[in-house]
């Protein structure tokens, strides 16, 4: 069934995370652009793996250490990834590796003087198959929300700007940026709170917005809807179909290793130090 989990989450990387940018937020707005799309090959990666060391996803993947890590932060954050950290030594590192746990006995000696080998903090990470059901189907419910509450209002919203930078964004666009933290709309490029841009249209006074205006506006925005649709259609009917499926759960990491080095030893025979 993890098939079915795997390709909801290629869905939700091309939905919500296709322009993401693994740039830290001081890097020049010129030079932003020039990684687009890598957290969609972080996740595709993801879904071929289960816990793995991310200097090994980051080997595999052709990319710096730090880069990758800035994006698994962020999917920590989004609640995609579960991630863990563990101190060990250099040859602890290499048995309980995730890529060779299935193959290697993970019961080692301590000579004497190990205690004294410097120990380095390496990370690991998996998708959390469950939590990402649970926060696709909350961003799609509060996306819908949003927009329904921009048509209800007589003073529709065409646009919105980044109190930060000065960035903006149209309502279709903002809609994809909601925070879990404070359900407000966070800009892209520096995380600053999207705020509401000035009717142009109303007067300085306050008046009254135009009504032939404010009905192009509703057109517009009920046409924002219809497009949000038909694109997070495919989305939505695959959130359907995972709706009552056994949700994928590798547990944490020392249990998955002893699993994974149990099932080793059981298809290879005790003693066995075949590679995977």
Not at 63 to 74: A, E, I, M, N, V
Not at 87 to 116: C, L, P, Q
Not at 199 to 222: C, M, P, S, W, Y
Not at 237 to 262: M, S, T, Y
Request: contains cysteine; glycine residues 4%.
């Amino acid at each position: 069934m993890v098939e079915h989990y795997n390709k909801l989450v290629k869905l939700v990387a091309r939905a919500f995370y296709d322009d993401l940018t693994s740039k830290g937020d001081k890097q020049p707005k010129s030079g932003r652009s020039d990684n687009r799309g890598i957290a969609v090959v972080i996740l595709d990666a993801l879904t071929r793996r289960q816990w793995v060391r991310e200097e090994d996803l980051a080997k595999d993947l052709k990319l710096h250490t730090k880069q990758l890590r800035r994006t698994l932060r962020f999917f920590e954050e989004e609640k995609i990834i579960t991630r863990f950290h563990r101190r060990e030594t250099a040859k602890g590192a290499k048995i309980f590796s995730a890529a060779v746990a299935v193959t290697v006995d993970a019961r080692h000696t301590t000579k004497e003087g190990e205690e004294k080998v410097k120990l380095h903090t390496h990370s690991y990470c998996c998708l959390d198959y469950a939590q990402i059901y649970d926060v696709v189907r909350y961003r799609l419910h509060r996306m819908k929300l949003k927009l329904k509450d921009e048509l209800d209002n007589k003073n529709t919203v065409q646009e919105y700007i980044c109190a930060t930078c000065g960035k903006r964004y149209n309502a279709l666009d903002a809609l994809r940026l909601i925070s879990f933290d404070d359900d407000d709309f966070h800009c892209e490029s520096c995380n600053g709170k999207l705020e509401i841009e000035s009717d142009k249209i109303a007067t300085q006074d306050g008046g009254d917005v135009d009504e032939n205006a404010r009905r192009r506006r509703r057109e517009k925005l009920k046409d924002m809807l219809q497009k949000l649709e038909s694109e997070l259609k495919p989305l939505m009917d695959q959130i359907n179909r995972v709706k009552d499926l056994p949700v994928p759960e590798f547990g944490n990491l020392q249990a998955w290793e002893a699993r994974a080095a149990a099932a080793g030893r059981a298809a290879n025979g005790d003693g066995s130090d075949k590679s995977q």
